[in-house]
């Protein structure tokens, strides 16, 4: 089985950390392609289209040559992207799909972001002392204490392949209009969300779940990075999801 990851606002495929190499410990059948959204990565110099549906043409052009079906587990603006795509796909291409504190147009502004985040979001977009800002994004996304370590590879990954404000506002305004369609896009998915998480409420997820009957688990007390604060409880609940 092949499996698309996609991160979220502003983040690339080397924000993943270690994460990758854990699931693919836990799925040793499975293939885990980290597929960047434009404007990140290695496609930091490409301008991010200001739609959700634009990105998700994107980068399904992108992953063209992976063979289908496919499932895909995508974190926070990612999880739009791939919400987006499972709607538009054909019946049968997406797998499974697993989304990560992510939010939709079913939820009102200020539980797809928390009012108290806005501020500190437009902060650090201006900010230009870049290890500080970095190390901002991760206090205000992580609810675990912050190596220095870590703030480090984070600033050497903006440092390498720099996204620009402008393409972080693009993104910024995709993730605000953004809203899917009515019709359910998979049987199931698999929704995973922070009760700890500081930027989107998770009852984003649990709206998710109740309009389409999906499965959810809330982790008590994680935030928005999820994958950086415990990988291995999201291993358990895809392990658990899963049809065996």
């Not at 999906?214 to 007390?221: A, I, V």
Request: charged share 25%; with cysteine.
């Amino acid at each position: 089985m092949h499996w698309i990851l996609l991160r979220g606002l502003t983040r690339e495929h080397a924000h993943w950390g270690s994460f990758p190499a854990r699931l693919g410990e836990a799925f040793p059948e499975h293939q885990f392609h980290l597929v960047d959204l434009p404007g990140t990565g290695v496609r930091y110099r490409e301008d991010s289209p200001a739609t959700v549906a634009a990105i998700r043409e994107a980068v399904s052009r992108h992953v063209s040559h992976i063979p289908g079906p496919f499932s895909i587990l995508a974190l926070s603006m990612g999880g739009m992207v791939a919400l987006d795509w499972a709607q538009q796909a054909a019946d049968g291409q997406i797998q499974n799909l697993v989304l990560i504190n992510t939010s939709s147009g079913f939820s009102p502004p200020w539980q797809r972001m928390r009012p108290g985040v806005w501020p500190r979001i437009l902060r650090l977009l201006a900010r230009q002392e870049l290890f500080d800002r970095e190390r901002d994004i991760l206090r205000l996304t992580s609810n675990r204490e912050v190596p220095l370590s870590l703030a480090k590879q984070w600033y050497s990954i903006q440092r390498q392949r720099p996204v620009s404000t402008r393409n972080a506002i693009n993104q910024l305004a995709a993730a605000a209009r953004y809203k899917p369609g009515e019709k359910r896009p998979v049987p199931d998915a698999l929704i995973l969300a922070s009760r700890g998480d500081r930027i989107v409420h998770w009852r984003c997820s649990s709206t998710l779940e109740e309009r389409w009957q999906w499965t959810m688990k809330l982790h008590p007390d994680a935030g928005h990075d999820l994958p950086l604060d415990d990988p291995e409880w999201i291993i358990q609940q895809i392990r658990n999801w899963l049809p065996r």
